[in-house]
């Protein structure tokens, strides 16, 4: 899974100032933060069912201290039969979710090791299995012009169907379920604590939500029937049918494209470029906000010939509105003999982004910087100010630049 540094990444409850507010605030990300202590996160999640104590600012860790109060959970609870596979003899059977396609044997887990074969039925082993919560700005996902300044009840489960070399959060994507202290949170229970903490949005991240699609799938169908939205951060890497399927319940995602070549994906991912570029043409044609985040690697990806060839695929087959977030590197995994990306680099692809016609392009992970903000593509006008992932100033009305009358694509309002 790849992750902003600054944004999507985990650590103890308390250790840092959390960005929950109080339940009451219209928006607490604008207020100054408020430290939660562990006791009392796990005390006002379990007043509207469940929750996990972990925050998202920092490095996840599989004991996590926040969980010790909580009793072992029978794991049964967590076993549903998975949707998209197919049954072979002998009892094995061919999983139909990733473009891996794993066949496995009765008593075997696939290469994602969150989905078992008993007796010739697929299982998923995480449903409902919550490793990770917290509520962040929606502008953490990245997403930049999907409800600024609003909130999202923030999860994951264990697991992930490839292996980046520079996941910020190896320690639950890359663990089995049994690895990872979890809380038994359902559907509804989900929907209960993103309407306690004011969230406009349920946002399935920090892990790979692809290996939990029967999960989302009910989350989104409770937060909907709650009236509150689904969004997802995903590497793309995922079949058509589940795609149209999980997906299709989501109002808005964020697909991190780690790579505009596919030995980078084979070396680096484990995994293969074509199948998320699929995913994002058919998230076009379905009619999905999405928006694009690129990890700069220094010396691995960060040519300017990839550049080009990735800012020309995207106005080819997704149009010119696209949002694309060039993202700084900070090492960490199995890349941590890599500098963190340069400013200039990062500078440089934004540049060479927006010679080749992309509209809104930004420059992640360094806060300050100019290309944090929407500009108005015809006049030019500052339209969403930003200082990291606060919204100082927003001043798009109906969805256009007020000066000029150019229409901004995006979910301004909800």
């Known amino acids: 899974m790849q992750v902003d540094t600054s944004s999507e990444t985990l650590v103890k409850a308390g250790e840092f100032g959390a960005c929950l507010g109080n339940p009451g605030e219209t ?39 926040a969980l010790r109060d909580v009793p072992n959970q029978d794991d049964s609870r967590f076993v549903a039969e998975a949707h998209f596979y197919e049954r072979l003899p002998n009892k094995k059977i061919k999983c139909k979710l990733c473009p891996r396609e794993c066949t496995v044997g009765d008593r075997e887990r696939g290469y994602c090791g969150v989905r078992e074969n ?9 449903h409902s299995r919550v490793c990770a919560a917290h509520v962040d700005p929606v502008e953490k996902k990245p997403l930049f012009h999907y409800l600024p300044g609003s909130l999202a009840f923030s999860l994951a489960t264990a697991g992930c169907n490839v292996n980046c070399k520079f996941c910020q959060n190896w320690d639950i994507s890359q663990s089995r379920p049994e690895q990872v202290q979890s809380v038994y949170t359902p559907p509804k229970k989900v929907a209960e604590l993103a309407a306690q903490w004011r969230c406009e949005s349920i946002a399935y991240t920090y892990s790979e939500p692809v290996v939990f699609s029967e999960f989302l799938m009910e989350a989104a169908d409770a937060g909907h029937e709650a009236g509150i939205r689904s969004v997802v951060v995903s590497n793309g890497y995922i079949q058509d049918e589940p795609l149209r399927a999980a997906y299709g319940k989501m109002d808005a995602v964020k697909i991190d494209l780690k790579a505009f070549t596919d030995s980078f994906y084979q070396k680096i991912v484990a995994g293969q470029l074509k199948p998320v570029l699929d995913t994002l043409v058919t998230l076009r044609k379905m009619g999905k906000w999405t928006e694009i985040v690129y990890l700069v690697i220094p010396t691995l990806n960060d040519s300017e010939q990839e550049f080009r060839g990735l800012a020309s695929w995207i106005k080819a087959n997704l149009g010119t509105d696209v949002p694309l977030h060039f993202t700084q590197f900070h090492p960490d995994y199995l890349l941590k003999n890599l500098s963190i990306t340069p400013i200039p680099t990062l500078e440089r692809a934004r540049d060479i982004a927006r010679a080749e016609g992309l509209h809104f392009v930004y420059v992640g992970n360094v806060p300050g910087h100019p290309a944090e903000h929407t500009y108005c ?28 009358k150019q229409p901004i694509p995006g979910v301004w309002h909800a």
């Open 27 to 65: 928006n607490a990300c604008s207020t100054p933060p408020v430290t939660l202590d562990r006791r009392s996160f796990l005390k006002g999640a379990a007043s509207a069912g469940a929750a996990t104590g972990l925050t998202a600012l920092g490095k996840p860790l599989r004991a996590e201290p």
């Open 118 to 126: 008993r007796d010739g039925v697929y299982y998923t082993l995480v």
């Open 377 to 404: 593509p015809r006049c030019q006008r500052i339209l969403v100010e930003r200082m990291g992932f606060e919204i100082r100033q927003m001043v798009i009305r109906n969805g256009a630049c007020p000066t000029c």
